[in-house]
């Protein structure tokens, strides 16, 4: 803690401070033993490794698994190095330490274009900011799982720390037998030596921690047995045996249960509740409670009952005049207009925060014999996870103790302290499965809810749901966007500039804000996430200025699966169709033309139009669109196979080919379920997804009125792998930024209609 705080008071305390700082090395990310709690029999190697005395291996898992994976991979690694079958290794919840931060997650913010920043190519201006973005982010120590970082952050640590201990065991077999240590196979939790001696894991780990690692070294790839393999999911067999504890699951003795009713206006209140008397008398029935706005909620109320439906039921019978938001009202078109008009003026007048810029892009227009200008639209979008919204909380004897399905532990410990009333060591967070969460829980405004209901539940603990309403109403939406997007090509079709100008809200400062509430100072800055997928483009144009206006709209914004690539691939793969067009050129070749020095792309691109059969012919009715682009690391072009029912009004999309660069693949299985997720939940988001917002009330309300993709509308797709020697990189996101532009630029060739607003509609 003393680093943080020599970081942070830099300027007070004077600049060589930081920069005396700056040049220490990274402090290790192995930890040491007194970060694992143990049990009777159990002793912990590092912070992420601990060995029970009947041979049993175990990992500090610090990340959330919603459905992505995570826990397979990331144990994969581990059991690589440590010599475990994937069974052996059981999982463990890792701590608060700052050991269990995510550092890759605030390395993989910084704006970097990709023609700097391509692995081996990286310019040094990359190379240190890397570099003091991971020192600072290794202080920090938050814990989050997002920005498909888990697998890239864990890659190194998550096997040197297996690896430290499997050589500690070694090292101590090696002194017990008097034989030399690289003559020591470990296999499957055994150590043993082919003179005879063998022992498990077990035996040796008291004498392995008080045993130097020596020199330790990762085994190399022609030795692997578990990475690279498509292993069955290890969190599967409880899930379909109905053994697997999501938030939802978790019964405390003595457990009550509490329904939220929340102001219907974003941002207001309740005024006066009518029938606050009546209400409690109801059979179940047992406290009503005042909720106030917390971690960026709407203040509302919650009623405990003795079941969730007879909280349900109480809640909604309760007659509340409401206040409207003292802010004034909001209503999403008029905030799209006003987007549009930001946009265009930045457009114009050479205004905004330009993310990238090289060469003279005003000469360039100045002088060129064609211009195509276009303006695109992507509204406020919800993250619908199929588990609703809840948490379990219990206030007692000075402690409060909460089971959530949170993606920051951190940063629900925190929230809860802060509802409570005490210290952050006087909170334990037990996190559970995620049934769903796309970037919902980041927030914790329901923890703070949670805790604030059980403070008046006497000691009892209380689990508090929210229904689909409150959860469509109430959610922290991927911001509405508006980009004015303007090209010039020469003679021979060839883009010479192009100047983009995006406006829309900023989610990185609002969010810093709610789970951060401690931080001094605005925290307005440039956010990355507001324009990636527009500025950071692979393709060679000589002359860029790419803009962004930062807005704060009043709509509560949050991270959504792929964030701003969401809906900036969208607009810039649409308007790269629209320039291959303009340029009478194949929308692959044109592409592959301006891919130059940027091989991996164009390796990626080239495999999906191979699978996808990009030149052979199609049924009568039916084509072809594509989209490439890069988010999280990686590398992703799909083509989608799409038709018109017979109104010639509903598109129906029959194969999607989806091929990707990922770095080096943990779990080929997990890349393909990934792929197949992301896909789905794209093509949901491209046919139906949007919030509209009047009078500061949310329009939509449950899936009738904020659809998913039907399972008889889900096409065949199809995963192809771009192998690697790199580190790996995303997965989990970046399957779903080109479904839209692609589906968009099939639609233009079947029907001539160039679609430049979300959701797509003909």
Known sequence: ???????????????????????????????????????????????????????????????????????????QLAAEELGVSLEQLQLVQAGHDALYGNVEMFVGSLPFHPRDSEPGRETDMVKA???????????????????????????????????????????????????????????SGMVSHASGPKAHFGELVKQASATPAGTVTLKPREHWRLIGRPLPRIDV???????????????PQGLVH????????????????????????????????????AAGSTAGVAVIG?????????????????????????????????????????????????????????????????????????????????????CTAQVKDGHVTVWAPTQVPGFARAAAARAAGVPESAVTVHVTLLGGGFGRRLDIDFVAQAVTVAQEAGGQPVQLVWSREEDTTHDFYRPAGVAVLKATLDAQGQPQSLRFSSAGDAITPRWLERGLPSLAGPVDMPDKTAMEGLFDLPYDVPHQRMAHVATKSGVPIGYWRSV????????????????????????????????????????????????????????????????????????????????????????????????????????????????????????????????????????????????????????????????????????????????APALANALFKLTGRRLRELPLRL
């Not at 639209?377 to 588990?387: K, V």
């Open 1 to 75: 803690m003393k680093r943080r705080h020599l970081l942070l008071g830099g300027a007070a305390a004077g600049g060589a401070l930081l920069v005396g700082w700056g040049l220490l090395p990274p402090r290790s990310r192995l930890g040491g033993r007194d970060l694992l709690a143990t049990a009777q029999g159990e002793i912990a190697l590092n912070g992420w490794v601990k060995i029970a005395a009947d041979g049993r291996a175990m990992l500090a898992m610090p990340r959330s698994e919603m459905g992505q994976g995570i826990h397979t991979a990331l144990a």
């Open 237 to 251: 067999p409880a899930k379909s045996s109905g053994r697997a504890v999501f938030g939802l699951d978790v019964r």
């Open 129 to 187: 900011g890397r570099w003091f973005v991971a020192k600072l982010a290794r202080e920090l120590g938050v814990n989050a799982t997002g920005g498909s970082s888990s697998v890239a952050d864990a890659w190194e640590p998550l096997r040197w720390a297996a690896a430290t201990a499997r050589a500690q065991i070694v090292n101590a077999a090696s002194l017990r037998w008097k034989l030399p240590a690289d003559e020591i196979e470990v296999t």
């Open 564 to 739: 701003g690539h969401s809906h900036n691939a969208f607009f810039s793969e649409g308007f790269f169709d629209e320039l291959a067009h303009e340029a009478k050129q194949d929308p692959v070749a044109f592409r592959l033309s301006l891919l130059k020095g940027m091989p991996r792309h164009a390796a990626v691109l080239r495999l999906a139009a191979e699978k996808a059969g990009w030149n052979a012919p199609l049924p009568p009715g039916r084509a072809r669109g594509v989209a490439l682009h890069e988010s999280f690391g990686s590398i992703v072009a799909e083509v989608l196979e799409v038709s018109l029912d017979e109104t010639g009004r509903q598109p129906r999309v029959h194969r999607v080919a989806c091929a990707i660069d990922c770095g080096t693949v943990v779990n080929p299985n997990i890349v393909a379920q990934q792929m197949e997720s992301g896909v789905i939940f794209g093509l949901t988001a491209a046919l139906h997804g949007r919030i509209d917002i009047a009078g500061s009330v949310v329009q939509q309300t449950n899936f009738p009125s904020n659809p998913l993709l039907a399972l008889k509308d889900t096409p065949l797709i199809e995963t192809h792998i771009v192998p690697s020697t790199n580190s790996p990189t995303g997965v989990g996101e970046p399957a779903t930024p080109p479904v």
């Open 306 to 390: 003795t079941t969730t439906w007879h909280a349900r039921q109480a809640v909604e019978a309760l007659q509340i005049e409401w206040a409207p938001p003292p802010a004034g009202t909001l209503d999403s078109a008029a905030i799209v207009q006003r987007l549009e008009a930001q946009a265009r003026e930045a457009s114009s007048q050479e205004g905004g925060f330009a993310f990238h810029q090289r060469g003279d892009v005003a000469a360039a227009e100045a002088g060129a014999p064609r211009t195509l200008e276009a303006v695109y639209r992507a509204p406020y979008l919800a993250h619908a996870a199929m588990e609703p919204i809840n």
């Open 258 to 293: 509490a329904a939220v009713r929340m102001c219907p206006m974003l941002g207001g209140a309740p005024r006066r509740i009518v029938n606050e008397d009546e209400v409690l008398r109801r059979a179940g029935a047992l406290r009503l409670v005042r909720l106030p706005p």
